[in-house]
């Protein structure tokens, strides 16, 4: 199992019935750098609870590997509240839900118990192996339709000084975790995990590829066909190497691919080709112990 955890794009205020207090500034909830998505226009009266609307993040930063099997899903809010705990509660989750194909799932609410704290803290919903009561192939995951939902209710009181006071709700960030493994069988002598971190192919994502799938090699012996498991509609592998050098051959001969020698020391490389092509490589020389990242690549 591996995970990745990514910011979402996109913040909105949704409206949700029963309710009566908007959010504002939503997009501030995208990153923690003390700037919050609040009250768009808090109301304050005395033994009124505001009840809020769906605060909505939705379309990860990062993505997924396209065949990857999704395991698990955990959503982050780094949360705090204004004012002193009000006489029930001060602000309290209502609803936490999961959103698939831009629709709210409403099969699992998991709101937490308690009222928020005036220190900044982050809170955490769903784990490893929770899929919040549905399943999801990675494509729903990359999807702008991919996201998660808040509502929270915020309880007033008096403020001991003639007036009146609501506790407003604070979110600084609203981020995810999707756990996942890959969807391939390893072949003979080789150890595959995919990446936890896969930063080693920012430039080629940002160069307008899009992965695939991707694996991290931890054990490799000589003859071995390092690409064996290549996709069908894979056309440029990024490989890089973060320890030892290796030596490729192709069909028995050195590698001749752009930038590729006989020795494949440490660095990122880039093949450019089809599947067919790709799975004729094979290590013939490794030295100590191998870490080595591949990640299969298509056109975006």
Known sequence: MTSIIS???????????GSDQNWGDESNAQTSNNLYASAGNPIHVDGVTAIYHYLKASQLVSRVPERARILG???????????????????????VY?????SIVTLENKALAGAWGTTETTVS???????????????????????????????????GEGGFYTADPLVDHMYAEIFYEGSKSSPPNQTFEVPIEMDYHKSALAGGFRAIDSERITSLSSST???????????????????QGITLTKDGKAATASGIGNDY??????????????????????????????????PA
């Open 225 to 243: 066909q390092i690409f064996a498991n290549c996709p069908d509609d894979c056309t440029t592998i990024e490989l890089t190497v973060r320890t």
């Open 7 to 17: 910011n979402f794009t996109t913040f909105a205020n949704v409206a949700r019935t």
């Open 125 to 159: 919903y769903g784990g490893a192996t929770d899929l919040w009561g549905t399943t999801w192939s990675a494509n729903q995951i990359n999807s702008a339709g991919f996201g998660f939902v808040l509502a929270v209710t915020a309880n007033g009181g008096d403020d």
């Open 265 to 298: 020391a440490t660095g990122t490389y880039m093949f450019s080709g089809n599947a067919e092509e790709f799975k004729r490589y094979r290590a013939i020389q490794q030295t100590a112990s191998a870490e080595i990242y591949i990640t299969y690549l298509k």
């Open 73 to 95: 899903i955990k959503l982050y809010i780094e949360r705090a509240q204004d004012s002193p705990t009000g006489p029930a509660g001060g602000c309290v989750d209502l609803e």
């Open 98 to 102: 999961i959103v698939k194909n831009g």
